[in-house]
């Protein structure tokens, strides 16, 4: 089947974002002499508010940089549970659940993280590029189908807090396709940062601008109003919190695969277990397997549940839980891992822990379909230079309140932390939740470079490893590589409460044909049907650059308002 838009190819640059205004903004970024950095952060930023549904402003926002020198950083964007959390409060006092509100809320990190990015990397003002969001937020936008869909399926949750009802639901009732979403009080705080930056540039230069904007968040009337309201609504966060955080800068995984070096960020975030799944997936043997055959997608699927069992069994904040990193990917465990697999049927369950004790999975066993969290988005850039940018903000709005007067939701990503402290990803003060979003890049052997990812929860790594795959092992272009029919196994828990478990479930887009669905039925998997194409497969966003043909190739995923821009 052919893809619906070709791949677009430029001479210079190309930018790929979950809406087509968050892509014109990096285009137009990168059209004004910005790099890649800059023209990622402008794009970053304008998810945040164009996805309002998904992504916050106030959210996290893992970035992933590689410079033209080869130079590789990530900007973890993840805020920390409050110091003053009491580390047994969900266990005590909310019977083993974190719950919906302000007491899921760890510290606010994406405003951090894009400041970051451009005091290390960028040559622009964070007013440079600040401006489309705040355009967006001020005049508005189109309400499209996706957020159309997402506030209606959760109208109780918005109704439950009148701060985030009264943007969300304009009039008390959803809003239609069509009609203008505008975030006038964000706009405002933005903008606020903005000035505060003018200020300082004025007098001591773009750097002491970039400190006045994030001093203006985190140490200014922003942030006092932030922890008011959060502490009057019964939540831990403080000043002290917001005024000495600053997003740690990790070292990435690296790891050889066919000439290639896939490069992802470490076990604070799932990134890893993209490598796992590779590796699994390469040592196993797959080479004369046919495209989405039976064979190809049943050892995709039992190594994804490989990889996924050793993440529940061992990734968390680095700072607090010892993750054996090089172990999980150490031939030895990656072969005693394939030992488990059988090539002709499917794991009942969860694969059991190799390295070490491991929790068992403690989610409730489900038969229904899972629960659904759509928040997260994505941008990709390659700039004239060849600096590459890879970032996922994320953080939906609603399971907390809208803090009122400043139109953002402080992070709620502590929903990915295990009430639990024995466990890996449990909480405690100061730790940082184990995040889903997880920006990826592929250098190539020619001397490219290939950052991509997606929103989807479980589901990332997942269609990140089918989409290189269909572009590196099956040679397929960009486009048709994103576009080409999916699959998602949930047989290891959610990451996201109540930490769902569906032992053996997969769920297939209704292009994989009924005789490899059946099949795969026959080896044991409960086969689910997506449709055709569902967002639910994830939506991902890629740009590579090809130094052979001199240009910069840009994919974009239709499951989702995703545009892609070369020029």
């Not at 019964?234 to 002290?240: C, I, K």
């Not at 797959?286 to 989405?292: C, E, L, Q, T």
Request: aromatic share 8%; with cysteine.
């Amino acid at each position: 089947m052919a893809s619906s838009r070709p791949t677009l190819s430029g001479p210079r640059h190309a930018v790929s974002a979950g809406h087509y205004l968050a892509a014109s903004a990096g285009a137009a970024v990168l059209e004004a002499g910005g790099n890649a950095i800059d023209a990622g952060c402008a794009a970053g930023m304008a998810l945040g508010v164009l996805l309002p549904d998904l992504v916050n402003v106030a959210g996290v926002a893992p970035i992933m940089i590689r410079m033209a020198d080869g130079t590789v950083e990530t900007i973890a964007g993840l805020g920390h549970w409050p110091r003053s959390l009491p580390p047994d409060v969900f266990m005590r006092e909310h019977g083993g659940k974190i719950p919906n509100g302000v007491r899921r809320t760890v510290v606010p990190a994406a405003p951090d993280a894009w400041i970051t990015a451009l005091e290390r990397h960028g040559t622009m003002s964070f007013g440079d590029v600040a401006q489309y969001a705040i355009r967006y937020a001020g005049e508005g936008f189109a309400v499209f189908p996706l957020l159309a869909e997402t506030v209606a399926l959760h109208l109780a949750d918005y109704q439950r807090y009148p701060s985030n009802a009264a943007i969300f639901l304009p009039n008390g009732a959803p809003p239609k396709v069509g009609d203008r979403f505008v975030q006038s009080d964000l706009a405002r705080t933005l903008s606020y940062m903005v000035e505060e930056e003018r200020r300082a540039a004025a007098k001591g230069g773009r750097m002491a601008g970039l400190a006045a904007a994030h001093a203006a968040f985190y140490r200014g009337d922003i942030a006092r109003e932030i922890v008011k309201f959060i502490q009057a609504e019964g939540g831990f966060l403080s000043m002290e919190d917001m005024e000495g955080f600053r997003s740690r800068l990790e070292p990435a995984v690296a790891k050889p695969w066919r000439g290639h070096t896939l490069l992802t960020c470490g076990p604070w975030c799932q990134g890893p277990a993209l490598a796992q799944a590779l590796l699994l997936m390469e040592r196993a043997g797959f080479s004369g397997m046919a495209h989405n055959s039976a064979d190809y997608l049943h050892l995709l699927t039992e190594c994804v549940k490989a990889a996924m069992a050793d993440r529940e069994y061992h990734f968390g904040d680095p700072l607090f839980t010892q993750v054996p990193l090089d172990g999980l990917l150490s031939p030895d465990h990656l072969d005693a891992r394939l030992r488990q697999i059988d090539p002709e049927r499917a794991h009942p369950s969860m694969y059991e822990p190799l390295l070490g004790r491991g929790t068992p999975a403690d989610g409730p066993r489900r038969a229904d379909l899972p629960k659904v969290e759509a928040d997260t988005s994505y941008v990709a850039v390659v700039d004239r230079w060849g600096n590459a940018f890879s970032a996922t903000p994320s953080d939906g709005s609603w399971n907390s309140p809208v803090v009122p007067g400043l139109g953002l939701i402080p992070s709620n990503r502590g929903s990915q932390s295990r009430p639990d402290p024995a466990h890996p990803s449990g909480v405690a003060p100061g730790k940082r939740p184990r995040l889903t979003p997880n920006p990826a890049m592929l250098v190539t052997e020619d001397g490219g470079v290939m950052p991509f990812g997606t929103p989807g929860g479980d589901v990332q790594i997942q269609a990140m490893l089918q989409v290189m795959l269909n572009v590196f092992h099956f040679g397929m272009e960009l486009q048709d590589a994103i576009e080409a029919p999916r699959i998602a196994s949930y047989a290891f828990p959610s990451s996201f409460a109540p930490f769902d478990y569906f032992p053996g479930r997969i769920a297939v887009e209704g292009r994989v044909p009924q005789a490899v669905r059946d099949d795969l039925t026959s080896r044991g998997h409960e086969v689910v049907a997506w449709p055709d194409i569902t967002w639910l497969a994830g939506s991902v966003e890629a740009v590579m650059s090809d130094p052979v043909a001199g240009l910069v190739r840009a994919g974009a995923d239709p499951r989702r308002p995703a545009y892609a821009i070369a020029g």
